[in-house]
T-cell receptor, first 117, second 111 residues
């Protein structure tokens, strides 16, 4: 199946710093990419949806100025957590939607575990 | 009320048992339905899509009842490797095709 990579897989940073997470679709063009966040023992919560070349659409309650999303190409989207605080510590997962044969499918990256100290 | 609701479990079952998970969704406009599996500290992986006619994949059977907005997953002959969290997922149609995840049901298969 299609592969989506995320980098870094794990990051520990100090409070107040910014962290950038990359999401790449390795063998297909992703028309849409999604960013999710998952707190321990909770479900995945959609943060935002981004289409290549346009502004991301954020879910209610997600601060667009804090979570900057760039989707500059059909294979790369980035999420920047600005001025991170301990409550931003979470598992961030991206997914990419693209054409697989005759159908659109959504593939998940392996996730990035962010710890803010 | 959450858009996708599941019993969080845990379901502790012996090897070889049959176990069933249920899920309800609130948005009647939802178009597609899935079961995902998530292992501890890993990303979710698609287990199977769910169709109105019901569908089976080996030991796994999924059913959808659109009238009741209810989805189920049946696992027969449980294996130790089936231990994971099972996520009920609903897809919105339209321009965004957002996936909405349930909180998941934890399954622990005991030897």
């Amino acid at each position: 199946g299609a592969v989506v990579s995320q980098h870094p897989s794990r990051v520990i940073c100090k409070s107040g710093t910014s962290v950038k997470i990359e999401c790449r679709s390795l063998d297909f063009q992703a028309t849409t990419m999604f960013w999710y966040r998952q707190f321990p023992k909770k479900s995945l919560m959609l943060m935002a949806t981004s289409n290549e070349g346009s502004k991301a659409t954020y879910e209610q309650g997600v601060e667009k100025d804090k979570f900057l999303i760039n989707h500059a190409s059909l294979t790369l989207s980035t999420l920047t957590v600005t001025s991170a605080h301990p409550e931003d510590s979470s598992f961030y997962i991206c997914s990419a939607r693209g054409l697989a044969g005759s159908f659109y499918e959504q593939y998940f990256g392996p996730g990035t575990r962010l710890t803010v100290t | 009320r959450k858009e996708v609701e599941q019993d969080p479990g845990p379901f502790n079952v012996p090897e070889g048992a049959t176990v069933a998970f249920n899920c309800t969704y609130s948005n009647s406009a939802s178009q597609s339905f899935f079961w995902y599996r998530q292992d501890c500290r890993k990303e979710p992986k698609l287990l199977m899509s769910v169709y109105s006619s019901g569908n089976e994949d080996g030991r796994f059977t999924a059913q959808l009842n659109r009238a009741s907005q209810y989805i189920s997953l049946l696992i027969r002959d449980s294996k130790l490797s089936d231990s994971a969290t099972y996520l009920c997922v609903v897809e919105h149609g339209g321009a965004t095709n957002k996936l909405i995840f349930g909180t998941g049901t934890l399954l622990a298969v005991q030897p």
